[in-house]
């Protein structure tokens, strides 16, 4: 079909650029991500020191399943190490405006803006689209769980293996290399998977999205999938007060989630990105849930830490005494930010002092 049938076509139809459109979301990728994988983190701080791709390496921990069930996780690529010495921060270049047809009129244009408009804002914000791999049980001999509504048993080929009924406590326990659970012995590692809106308790907190179980040498470790969106709501309102001011809460946000980037992209093994302690960020599951940290979280979405494109692992502490002595200086302080944001700090200028010779990136997605 010619070019002006096309045209004509879309004047007398306007629906159809709302099918276009929506057809358009079976390619939708992280705009920034390839970027982020070949282009190195840098450390905080104006001294030149290892990069943080190095600092998230010196955690890495040995995968208690990797030599038995590689296939079970396949670990997320990894940068390739440099090291570089921290520049004066770049404004980060503005989009591209969007070129108006010609062949439509202005109010054409007008209503095609508007139906793009709507067609964004109904999606899934970036955050939904990046899974994170965190660790909530390792090396232990039993667990105790509950789903909130039926989850599947499945394993590592998503066979299905049984169900779990809701409001029932399970057990599980290692047996050797395999899991008893709910009056089966069931082989490493399996999988429980709530419906969609489910939630799942391990212990005595309860989380979103999918259960890990891995079995090895009579121990289990639990492994929770969970969007990076969901995990930093838990993490921001674990980490500091929903009282605080919104500037110093987006300043967390955008700290959280650089940090947890970071091992998104360099995992410490095969089975888990990171842990769910202080050791790297706190994430207590939806207990620790509020409002106002996740419109933080919300109205940051996609924003880190960033060095000529790459992520930095903004590391930070309660109190610039505690950065001082853990992280020779390189780091925020979250009291710090507080204070700055009393005094009217925008979360921009919260960030430039505590990661000096960086600016804030932003993963976006792409329709075209």
Do not use: C
Not at 185 to 200: A, T, V
Not at 251 to 261: D, F, P, T
Not at 275 to 302: C, L, W
């Amino acid at each position: 079909m010619k070019g002006s049938s096309i045209f004509k076509l879309l004047k007398q139809r306007p629906w159809l650029l709302l099918l276009l459109a929506a057809l358009s979301l079976g390619s939708i990728f992280l705009s920034g991500q390839a970027q982020m994988l070949s282009e190195q983190s840098v450390p905080v701080g104006s001294q030149t020191t290892a990069s943080p791709a190095s600092v998230a390496a010196s955690k890495a921990e040995p995968s208690p399943i990797a030599s038995k069930n590689k296939s079970a996780i396949a670990p997320a690529p990894a940068a390739s190490p440099q090291a570089s010495t921290p520049k004066a921060n770049v404004p980060e270049a503005e989009p591209e405006a969007a070129s108006t047809n010609p062949s439509l009129t202005p109010e054409q244009q007008a209503m095609n803006q508007r139906a793009k408009a709507a067609f964004e804002s109904s999606l899934a914000s970036v955050d939904s689209l990046i899974e994170m791999r965190v660790a909530i049980a390792k090396g232990v001999s039993t667990l105790a769980l509950s789903v909130s509504a039926n989850a599947d048993l499945i394993n590592q080929n998503g066979e299905h293996l049984g169900s779990l009924s809701a409001g029932q406590t399970y057990t599980a326990q290692a047996n050797g290399q395999s899991i008893s659970l709910a009056s089966q012995n069931l082989p490493s590692p399996i999988w429980i998977e709530p419906s969609p809106e489910g939630l799942f308790t391990l212990g005595d907190r309860t989380y979103r999205g999918r259960l890990l179980i891995a079995a090895n040498d009579s121990h289990l470790w639990g492994v929770n999938f969970v969007s990076l969106k969901q995990y930093l709501y838990s993490v921001v309102a674990s980490e500091v007060s929903p009282n605080w001011p919104p500037e110093a809460l987006k300043a967390q946000a955008i700290a959280a989630r650089s940090y947890g980037l970071t091992y998104h992209f360099k995992p410490v093994n095969s089975l888990y990105q990171l842990g769910d302690d202080e050791y790297f960020q706190v994430y207590s599951g939806i207990d620790r849930e509020a409002d106002a940290t996740n419109r933080a979280v919300d109205e940051t979405a996609g924003e880190f830490v960033s060095y000529r494109g790459g992520v930095v692992e903004s590391l930070y502490a309660a109190s610039d005494d505690i950065v001082a002595e853990a992280f020779q200086g390189r780091g925020m302080s979250q009291l710090g930010a507080l204070e700055l944001a009393e005094q009217g700090y925008t979360y921009e200028q919260i960030l430039a002092k505590y990661y000096p010779g960086t600016g804030v990136g932003r993963i976006q997605q792409d329709y075209e």
